[in-house]
């Protein structure tokens, strides 16, 4: 059975920093690509960061120089840290991993953000 748990979301004040993280059970996560994407109250769900391996990442406009994504393939994690917080990132985090080769998709429960002083 595939899981996906994140954690690490919180309530933070704006400009400050947190790290969220996910932990992959069930599955080799090198076989897998990985992602993390955010749902703001009232939007729709939006992709934050790619991570399809560990040496290449790609981000939305709107975190580039801000967040850093990563993975670890030999622990089965997947990592986001968030600098320079704002009220617009606001929203439930969430970890998603899709085959290389083939089908299969699973997204994680979802953590939660606020950015608010």
């Known amino acids: 059975q595939v899981e996906l748990v994140e954690s690490g979301g919180g309530l933070v004040q704006p400009g400050g920093s947190l790290r969220l993280s996910c932990a992959v059970e069930?599955?080799?996560?090198?076989?897998?690509?990985t992602a993390w994407y955010r749902q703001a109250p009232g939007r729709q769900r939006e992709m934050v960061a790619t991570?399809?391996?560990?040496?290449?990442?790609d981000y939305a406009d709107s975190v580039k120089g801000r967040f850093t994504a990563s993975r670890d393939n030999s622990k089965n994690m997947v990592f986001l840290q968030l600098n320079s917080l704002r009220p617009d990132d606001t929203g439930v985090y969430y970890c998603y991993i899709s085959r290389v080769l083939g089908n299969g998709d699973y997204w994680g429960q979802g953590t939660q953000v606020v950015v608010s002083s």
């Open positions: 069930g599955i080799a996560l090198i076989n897998y690509h």
């Open positions: 991570i399809p391996n560990a040496e290449r990442t």
